[in-house]
């Protein structure tokens, strides 16, 4: 007999219509913790696609370098080749006057360090010995009074880590027997890419913009051009610095006497391009070499000089020839250069702030549609900011 109370029990499909499900769990979670989870996850997919880029970039670097150092390149020598081109000067001859200018310069360069590095050589290397000498003995009858026979340890013990890292440097060199190879093709690869930009540069950009869809051709073009600006007038600027820089440390360690100031001068010029740790590994050999040649006396002058020059860049330079550039705040550049050469070593810290700055100035165009505001995007609170020299005579 059945039980008049029991109901007919429905199928399983019907019961799961019929139960509803809760979101207590959902709704029990602070919103503050939803937002942060959200951000989270985004974050997470954003730090991904650029790790994946990084390794890319890792994995061709034989042929991202090239293309790196061309465009750098041809950022410097393009306000030279732009008026040329602006002055009616045939394009094939403006690229043959920039191409043989800026080997003429750079062979130029190299030339009078390595002059001078062999006409000075013999005495910088006994005045080495010399100085090595007086160190020794100021060890010896100094405050440390250090015996002969624990200077002589350290000596050797100096030696023989030297021994072992330049036999792990050669069995190095040996494992990658191509890096000349590598290095011949890579500078091959650059003239050839340096080429084609300044020939077709346009005309790659526009085929480049086409691979976009086409309703973001235009902000993408707007954004290129004016990372592509910023880009210019920050090699522009660095190559002023860097020949400012020079010139003032190189007279300086030629007045004072101290030795190889070309190559010095030379040195300081190469590694301005590299903000902040050129300026200070440069001007620490400048500082070496007139200490072991000339003395504590000369050396405390050569240091004064190095940062006299480095306080009138930062201070005076930076913010005069930086009005038509990208202003770089110090802390991004220790920063940007710092990351760069983790990964990438001395080509990521060259290419570091050029690379952050193009990439800060496309997110400032993009991000407040610089494409329907004709360019002038208002001032955004990042590190990195596009700043419009006042001309006389307008507006």
């Known amino acids: 007999m059945v039980d008049s109370d029991d109901k007919p029990r429905?199928?399983?499909?019907?019961?799961?219509?019929?139960?509803?499900?809760?979101?207590?769990?959902?709704?029990?979670?602070?919103?503050g913790l939803r937002v942060a989870t959200a951000y989270s996850w985004r974050l997470l997919v954003v730090a991904a696609a650029i790790a994946l880029v990084i390794?890319?970039?890792?994995?061709?670097?034989?042929?991202?370098?090239?293309?790196?150092?061309?465009?750098?390149?041809?950022?410097?020598?393009?306000?030279?080749?732009?008026?040329l081109?602006?002055?009616?000067?045939?394009?094939?001859?403006?690229?043959?006057?920039?191409m043989l200018g800026t080997i003429a310069i750079v062979t130029g360069l190299v030339w009078l360090a390595v002059w001078q590095i062999t006409r000075q050589w013999s005495s910088v290397q006994a005045k080495t010995v010399e100085g090595i000498d007086q160190l020794r003995q100021y060890l010896i009858d100094g405050p440390l009074h250090l015996t002969p026979s624990q200077i002589d340890g350290f000596l050797s013990q100096a030696g023989t880590f030297l021994q072992q890292q330049a036999?792990?440097?050669?069995?190095?060199?040996?494992?990658?027997?191509?890096?000349?190879?590598?290095?011949?093709?890579?500078?091959?690869?650059?003239?050839?890419?340096?080429?084609?930009?300044l020939a077709d540069g346009g005309g790659i950009w526009r085929w480049t913009t086409r691979l976009f869809p086409r309703r973001a051709r235009v902000p993408i073009?707007?954004?290129?051009?004016?990372?592509?600006?910023?880009?210019?007038?920050?090699?522009?600027?660095?190559?002023?610095?860097?020949?400012?820089?020079?010139v003032?440390?190189?007279?300086?360690?030629?007045?004072?006497?101290?030795?190889?100031?070309?190559?010095?001068?030379?040195l300081v010029f190469l590694g301005s391009f590299v903000p902040i740790v050129g300026a200070v590994v440069t001007g620490a050999l400048a500082v070496f070499l007139a200490l072991v040649y000339n003395g504590w006396w000369?050396?405390?002058?050569?240091?004064?000089?190095?940062?006299?020059?480095?306080?009138?860049?930062?201070?005076?330079l930076q913010p005069v020839l930086m009005g038509s550039a990208v202003k770089v705040h110090p802390l991004a550049v220790v920063l940007v250069v710092a990351?760069?050469?983790?990964?990438?070593?001395?080509?990521?810290?060259?290419?570091?702030?050029?690379?952050?700055?193009?990439?800060?100035?496309?997110?400032?165009?993009?991000?407040?549609?610089?494409?329907?505001?004709?360019?002038?995007a208002p001032d955004a609170d990042l590190i990195w900011s596009t700043v419009p020299r006042t001309r006389k005579g307008r507006a």
């Open 10 to 31: 429905g199928s399983f499909r019907d019961i799961l219509r019929q139960r509803t499900v809760t979101s207590e769990t959902a709704s029990s979670v602070p919103h």
């Open 55 to 83: 390794w890319l970039v890792i994995q061709l670097k034989l042929l991202v370098i090239p293309l790196l150092i061309a465009i750098l390149i041809s950022a410097l020598i393009w306000p030279a080749f732009s008026w």
């Open 85 to 98: 081109i602006r002055h009616r000067v045939p394009r094939w001859l403006a690229i043959v006057i920039s």
């Open 167 to 197: 036999s792990l440097l050669w069995s190095g060199a040996l494992a990658i027997g191509s890096t000349v190879g590598h290095v011949a093709t890579g500078l091959l690869l650059t003239l050839f890419i340096l080429l084609c930009l």
């Open 221 to 246: 073009d707007g954004a290129g051009r004016a990372g592509w600006l910023t880009v210019v007038n920050y090699a522009r600027t660095q190559l002023l610095v860097a020949t400012i820089d020079a």
């Open 248 to 266: 003032g440390i190189g007279l300086g360690a030629f007045l004072l006497g101290v030795p190889l100031a070309i190559p010095v001068a030379v």
């Open 298 to 316: 000369i050396a405390l002058w050569m240091l004064v000089v190095v940062l006299g020059v480095q306080q009138l860049e930062g201070h005076v």
């Open 339 to 376: 990351g760069g050469a983790l990964i990438a070593g001395i080509p990521g810290a060259l290419f570091a702030v050029p690379l952050a700055a193009f990439v800060n100035v496309v997110a400032v165009y993009l991000a407040h549609r610089g494409w329907e505001t004709g360019g002038r």
